[in-house]
């Protein structure tokens, strides 16, 4: 088992009191699974993958990862969990203007030690981004933008992608390339894949699906 969620509570401080997030969620994840997380706007999807990536803290419950609770760990512990097995792609792009396309590309995979430039470049050719290697991110299109995000991502070759939302600044059609290049990329890394998406179409690709509802698995 590759990720398991067990009975995993989160709540934020409000004016008038708690307010409940995620109230007791369970799931699992196997090696190379691809899981579709959907549900309505406030449903938890965001708080849910932060808490899986080790980017927060919950309440109560637990996230292990290849068997290991990250909610034990410190945080330089959680860190080293996100640099070495988690990417994480959201919808804001997160590149870093001071660098290159292609060392934005190659940053995270730098990191954790896992730089190879046959790899990089086959990303790169693989998302339509040969010819703008040399590049600086505020030069490219928002399309281009999250290609790059995803080639940063897939280049350190995470055991586990987390997206939120990847493609919803893309047209239908790129949302549509993009989406099918990151599972096959996930496919041939064996990385698994839990990915928020609002499109019906986009998660009936996806091997599972899972629905949040007012904080729980409906
Ligand atoms: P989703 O991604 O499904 O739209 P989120 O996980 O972002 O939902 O948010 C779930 C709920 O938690 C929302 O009601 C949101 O307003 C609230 N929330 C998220 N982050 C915070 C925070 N840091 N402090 C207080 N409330 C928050
Ligand atoms: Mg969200």
Do not use: C
Not at 177 to 202: D, G, K, P
């Amino acid at each position: 088992m590759l990720l398991r969620v067990t009975d995993l509570v989160k709540t934020y401080p409000a004016p008038d009191g708690i307010l409940p997030i995620l109230q007791g969620i369970n799931m699992t994840l196997e090696k190379g699974e691809t899981l579709a997380l959907t549900g309505e706007s406030g449903s938890g999807k965001s708080t849910l993958l932060h808490l899986v990536g080790g980017l927060d803290q919950p309440d109560s419950g637990s996230v292990e990862l290849e068997g290991q609770d990250i909610g034990g760990l410190d945080d330089a512990g959680r860190a080293a969990v996100r640099r070495d097995k988690v990417g994480v792609v959201f919808q804001q792009f997160n590149l870093i203007p001071s660098l290159s396309v292609a060392a934005n590309i190659e940053f995270q995979a730098r990191l954790s030690g896992r730089e190879n430039a046959e790899w990089t470049q086959d990303l790169a050719a693989r998302m339509g981004l040969s010819d703008q290697l040399s590049k600086y991110p505020e030069q490219l299109s928002g399309g281009q933008q999250q290609r790059v995000a995803i080639a940063r991502t897939l280049a350190a070759r995470p055991t586990l992608i987390l997206a939120d939302e990847p493609t919803g600044n893309l047209d239908e059609a790129t949302a549509d390339t993009v989406l099918e290049l990151m599972l096959s990329l996930a496919a041939e890394t064996e990385a698994a894949m839990l990915m928020v998406t609002h499109s019906e179409r986009l998660a009936a690709r996806m091997s599972r699906r899972m629905h949040l509802r007012s904080g729980r698995i409906a």
